[in-house]
């Protein structure tokens, strides 16, 4: 999280431990690939029920998508 989210070191490590805890939860139906979230400012004044709604909805949206190798490996 940058200081764009907030000027303060607890707010945004706040909100790391929440998408790191959505994460650890949702993992394992997960495809495996990596993951970067953007948090916005207005993720300061959201409650942490909010906030875990709404990592959920986007875990759901990322289990959707088709596996596919990428074009050039060996296994592909």
């Known amino acids: ?5 907030s000027k303060r070191a607890v707010q945004r490590n706040r909100i790391k431990r929440i998408v790191r805890e959505s994460f650890r939860n949702q993992r394992e139906g997960l495809p495996p690939f990596d993951v970067l979230v953007i948090a916005r400012a ?33 296994d592909g």
């Open 42 to 74: 207005s993720a300061v004044a959201v409650d942490r029920p909010a906030l875990h709604a709404d990592l959920r909805y986007a875990w759901q949206k990322l289990k959707a998508l088709k596996q596919t190798s990428a074009p050039g490996t060996i």
């Open 1 to 5: 999280m940058s200081r764009k989210v």
